[in-house]
């Protein structure tokens, strides 16, 4: 029996024991001598799987991004991104500190953002401004509650970001869970952005891993960058034979991840007190609001906390859940009967 039904992150899971047995069995050796067999065959998997020439492994979602920022951009340089996204809010201000370049933000509806106002906020060339150099995406969208890009937004967006001479990167952390969700391959996406950042320890189930995909020149230059930033690891193929074993194992199943996330949203909905709107979940992330239930989203967490499930509180009234492949239907189910429990217990 578990302890706790863990819905703060897909970030929680465990590996399995297969995944354990392909991470013991890996052949390995020196990746900063570019000699580990099992990272390079993984770099090789994603480049392919994200339709580019060449793809690098790193330690984190966050150090993915954050090497395609460097890479992309000058000290000075402006960067158009999303005001809810990722790399702008949970990144320790890294842009900033390791880059030197600004933020732009735009508010996107649920984090996804049109052409139209990316091109109505890039900068005129008037030494006055900052150097507007790139366009950060997010799909799917983390605080958007998991929301897709049209791949038609997609391409209208690096269409424009090409016509202004702009670079376009794309943090893919759950790419994965975008293309089972729509049928629409990671290549295809990938076909809209000069740079993809995928992260392995989300939905996928690996414990530590994720990549960045580019042009070879591009992924040359992140590779100078990542032994600057500290990014270089030695005999990497035992965590990248976790990836790979995610990749051939655990990438339809998400699919189980985005039906849970659907009856979680469509059960939260009948529960007085919660406002959702269940169409709004695209993929695995569940986000509501119990604004109306006369509790803040800090006493419900502590009250689910009480009945061993753990859920996201943030802000004063929301609430995210992520469902992941460590989480059954069944237990979806006892979530949904102890939400009812604690916001009737309320009355
Ligand atoms: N997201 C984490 C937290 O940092 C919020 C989570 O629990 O969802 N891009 C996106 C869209 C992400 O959601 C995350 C992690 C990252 C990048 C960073 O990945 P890591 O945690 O590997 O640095």
Known sequence: MKEFIDLRSDTVTKPSPDMRKAMAEAEVGDDVYGEDPTVNALQEKVANLLGKEAALFVPSGTMANQLSIKTHTQPGDEVIIEASSHPYNFEGGAGAALSGIQFQCLKGSRGILDASQIEESIRPADHHFAVTRLI???????????????????????????????????????????????????????????????????????????????????????????????????????????????????????????????????????????????????????????????????????????ERILVHAFGRTQIRLVTHLDVTAEEIEKTLKAFKKVLEKKE
């Not at 376009?168 to 969700?181: C, F, K, Q, T």
């Not at 500290?230 to 199943?253: F, P, S, T």
């Open 136 to 306: 950060c995406l997010e799909n799917t969208h983390n605080r958007g509650g998991g929301s897709i890009y049209l791949l038609e937004k997609m391409a209208e967006i690096y269409r424009l970001a090409k016509s202004r001479e702009l670079s376009v990167h794309l943090d893919g952390a759950r790419l994965w869970n975008a293309s089972i969700a729509t049928g629409i391959k990671p290549q295809e996406y990938g076909r809209w952005a000069d740079s993809v950042s995928v992260c392995l320890s989300k939905g996928l189930g690996a414990p530590v891993g994720s990549l960045v995909a580019g042009s070879k020149e591009f992924i040359d230059r992140v590779h100078r960058f990542r032994k600057m930033f500290g990014g270089g690891m030695r005999q990497a193929g035992i965590i990248a034979a976790a990836g790979i074993y995610a990749l051939d194992h655990n990438l339809e199943r998400l699919r189980d991840d985005h039906q849970n996330a659907k009856r979680l949203a469509v059960g939260l909905k009948e529960l007085k007190g919660i406002s959702i709107d269940p169409k709004h979940v695209e993929s695995n992330i569940v986000i509501f609001d119990v604004l109306n239930s006369g509790m803040t989203a800090s006493q419900v967490g502590e009250a689910m906390k009480r």
